[in-house]
């Protein structure tokens, strides 16, 4: 189970972070990642991270501005977000998968478990 938890309103330029916390099925042996979704359209991919923390991958859009990272005492990922802007208002959704690669990484497809999802909100 992947608990999402963390959103809210922040202006433009703030940071917020998200957290994805898991409980079962040792998720510390499994790939994360973030995506979000707005009204209308597809899930989108934001970023992702290997069991063992040392791959990462990002979106170009949140490249330099977001970071993802997790601890594994707490089986909980985390999703630091900076200098937001307006066009990542979205819903985000932490997602788990045990085979993925970082060439799947990016694929919705690929993941087998799915949080709730947390809105994010950024303000102009």
């Known amino acids: 189970q992947l608990q999402a938890s963390g959103g809210g309103l922040v202006q433009a330029g703030g940071s917020l972070r998200v957290s994805c916390a898991a409980s079962g099925r040792g998720f510390n042996r499994y790939v994360m990642g973030w995506f979000r979704q707005t009204s209308g359209k597809e899930r989108e991919f934001v970023a992702a991270?290997?069991?063992?923390?040392?791959?990462?991958l990002y979106a170009d859009s949140v490249q330099g501005r977001f970071t993802i990272s997790r601890d594994h005492a707490k089986s909980t990922v985390y999703l630091q977000m900076n200098s937001l802007k307006p066009e990542d208002t979205a819903v985000y959704y932490c997602?788990?998968?045990?085979?993925?690669?970082?060439?799947?990484?990016?694929?919705?497809?690929?993941?087998?478990?799915w949080g709730q999802g947390t809105q994010v909100t950024v303000s102009s």
């Open positions: 991270i290997g069991w063992s923390g040392g791959n990462t």
């Open positions: 997602a788990a998968d045990k085979y993925s690669t970082t060439s799947t990484y990016r694929d919705p497809r690929k993941y087998d478990y």
